[in-house]
């Protein structure tokens, strides 16, 4: 169980801590992406229509960085817990 809880942080902070550098360039070029190698955690949906239109929606931080807050006991203590989690990751 705790295994699991833990896998669930990860991706949370993963989802956190992702740019969205690499979705707009698929979105952009997406001939030239490498999608094994692009790092997609903040990326929701991606749609290409018929004319190639691009939409791409991305997931909602704040509601992750909540969830994350709330694991961590919430308050000041649980914000500097996420803080402390965060520049250990190198973010």
Same mark, same amino acid.
Do not use: Y
């Given at each position: 169980?705790?295994?699991?809880?833990?896998?669930?942080?990860?991706?949370?902070?993963?989802?956190?801590?992702?740019?969205?550098?690499?979705?707009?360039?698929?979105?952009?070029?997406?001939?030239?992406?490498? !999608?094994?190698?692009? +790092?997609?955690?903040?990326?929701?949906? @991606?749609?290409?229509? *018929?004319? $190639?239109?691009? =939409? !791409?929606?991305?997931? +909602?931080?704040?509601?992750?960085?909540? @969830?994350?807050?709330? *694991?961590? $006991?919430?308050? =000041?203590?649980?914000?500097?817990?996420?803080?402390?989690?965060?520049?250990?990751?190198?973010?």
């Amino acid at each position: 169980m705790e295994r699991n809880r833990e896998q669930l942080l990860d991706a949370l902070m993963q989802i956190v801590c992702s740019r969205p550098n690499d979705a707009v360039a698929l979105a952009l070029a997406p001939k030239d992406a490498h !999608v094994g190698s692009l +790092d997609l955690w903040c990326v929701s949906e @991606l749609k290409v229509n *018929s004319a $190639g239109t691009v =939409e !791409v929606k991305f997931v +909602d931080r704040l509601k992750a960085i909540g @969830l994350l807050l709330d *694991s961590t $006991g919430g308050g =000041e203590d649980g914000m500097n817990a996420l803080l402390a989690a965060m520049d250990a990751a190198g973010e």
